[in-house]
């Protein structure tokens, strides 16, 4: 098993649309970051123009917690696009190049193969995500500075810096567990559609189905708790005054739950399945 | 009247007397207001507000509104007679625009009459209640009611309702029975409901829209910390 993860590690880092995808993902980070401060202003102006009538402010919202924030908010949609384009290619790639049948004609089991996959999916992906962290911490504090975070959730909340940072910190823990569910995700649809473009396609679409079932009401309170498309925001719990520890575990416990569903599943068809 | 006043404006000599005559009448005005319309005890909370060259203290502020959650914040504050209150902090305040004229200078800046309400226990301190109601027009409110500690001599508590931004209250408590400033200020305002566009809510809400039109004007407060006061008063200088 650990020969076949060193393997699939070699493989990820010599590919060269590993390393474009890094570079995409800073790319956009930064095209995001400076467009959130110029949209910053404006939301800003929207959050406090009712509040202009009563107060004075002192002091700036506009500051690297802030763009942080909407960075937070834009990247999750970009980041597991990426993500899947990049995981589901370790394996679609195999088939193309029809380099599975020479590794299974090895003595190597199909169920610690596509484990071994797996394992180095989750294990880019948190690293990706890390990666973005701390380019966005770094990029944002050192360019526009720390300060206070003004979030509106139901109601109008203010974070001080310190506050603002560690919960930054666990929207993006929390929001590794829904990228990690992503990626796992889109191998286990290359595993059922072995081809790369249709893999992509659907995997796509799936991200863009989720993000729409994020905001659809299905009339039942259990679907809309526990559905898996509902729980990939819950990173945002992190931002209501009252930090709601309780449905924070839940949600990324039944996260992690789908995920090992879906990728006990790709194990079982990648079994099932004849290689060819 | 106007008419006979336009002719005798003609000559100069007419005109001085005309406006000689015009001062004569003001000031006698103002004369009886002072002695007849303005409430004494008022009149020494006033002289002794109006002692106050400038002052600067530390204030903690902890807002009390109940769709904004903002942790008690610490900013500096500056006043010197005359000009608005200044404020500086590293953090970022909401400074309300209305309750920190502690001097009560918006009352006092253009004339005024008041009329004695009778008596009222506040705290277990008999204080009285007048009415300030402003004559000028330039004065931003239209009537204020100050509760005084005439022992003394300082204001317990003012309602004041202004001519656009709705009313507020002021009640102030004090550290010690000689000080001037309060050490503790509770600012009751009216305040609008903040209204998002949808696409700037961070997460899928719920929307009632019967109970946001009935929550358009919302009652906020802000409790005022104020201490390290450095007062210099007018006998200084």
């Not at chain 1, 995001?32 to 009538?53: E, R």
């Not at chain 1, 990324?252 to 990648?270: D, N, Q, R």
């Not at chain 2, 914040?73 to 007679?81: L, V």
């Amino acid at each position: 098993m650990k020969a076949l993860l060193a393997a699939e590690v070699y493989k990820l880092s010599r590919q060269g649309k590993t390393y474009y995808a890094l570079a995409a993902i800073f790319l956009i980070e930064v095209i995001v970051l400076f467009s959130a401060y110029f949209q910053g202003s404006s939301i800003i102006d929207i959050l406090l123009g009712n509040l202009k009538q009563s107060f004075y402010f002192e002091g700036t919202l506009l500051n690297g917690n802030l763009l942080i924030y909407l960075i937070l908010n834009t990247l999750w949609f970009n980041l597991p696009l990426i993500l899947m384009i990049i995981i589901s290619g370790t394996l679609t790639s195999e088939y193309k190049d029809r380099t599975l049948q020479t590794i299974m004609l090895q003595p190597v089991s199909k169920w610690q193969f596509i484990l071994s996959k797996y394992v180095v999916a989750i294990i880019f992906t948190v690293l990706v995500v890390f990666f973005m962290a701390l380019t966005s911490f770094v990029l944002s504090y050192s360019i526009f500075g720390n300060g206070d975070l003004i979030v509106y959730i139901d109601t109008l909340n203010f974070f001080e810096p310190k506050e603002a940072f560690f919960r930054l910190l666990w929207a993006f823990a929390s929001g590794t567990i829904s990228m990690v569910f992503f990626s796992v995700t889109s191998l286990t649809l290359a595993v059922i559609f072995k081809e790369a473009t249709k893999t992509w396609i659907i995997a796509a679409f799936f991200l863009i189905l989720s993000n729409l079932l994020l905001k659809f009401d299905f009339g039942n309170a259990w679907v809309n708790r526990l559905f898996f498309a509902k729980l990939n925001d819950t990173w945002q719990y992190f931002f209501y005054f009252e930090i709601n520890w309780n449905q924070i575990l839940l949600n990324s416990a039944l996260l992690v739950g789908y995920t090992i569903i879906f990728m006990g599943f790709g194990i079982y068809l990648f079994n099932k399945k004849d290689i060819g | 009247m106007k008419r006979t006043l336009i002719s005798l404006c003609k000559t100069p000599n007419n005109r001085f007397f005309v406006q000689t005559l015009i001062a004569l009448f003001y000031m006698l005005n103002i004369q009886s207001l002072s002695a007849q319309d303005i409430d004494s005890n008022l009149l020494k909370i006033k002289r002794r507000m109006d002692s106050i060259e400038e002052f600067s203290a530390q204030i903690r502020l902890d807002l009390d509104v109940s769709f904004i959650n903002m942790p008690a914040k610490n900013a500096e504050m500056h006043y010197i007679k005359g000009k608005p209150v200044d404020f500086s902090s590293d953090d970022f305040v909401l400074i309300p625009k209305r309750g920190l004229d502690f001097t009560l200078n918006e009352i006092f800046k253009y004339s005024f009459f008041t009329v004695n309400r009778g008596m009222e226990e506040k705290n277990s301190i008999l204080c009285k209640v007048i009415n300030v109601i402003p004559t000028d027009k330039k004065a931003d409110f239209a009537i204020a009611t100050l509760i005084m500690d005439t022992v003394k001599n300082r204001i317990i508590e003012t309602e004041i309702t202004t001519k656009k931004d709705g009313s507020y209250t002021l009640l102030m408590q004090y550290e010690k029975p000689i000080s001037v400033l309060p050490y503790m200020v509770e600012v009751n305002f009216e305040m609008e409901r903040i209204k998002i566009p949808l696409n700037y809510m961070a997460k899928d809400v719920e929307i009632d829209k019967k109970k946001l039109s009935s929550e358009d004007l919302k009652t906020g407060k802000i409790f005022l910390q104020i201490s390290d006061y450095k007062i210099r008063f007018m006998e200084d200088n």
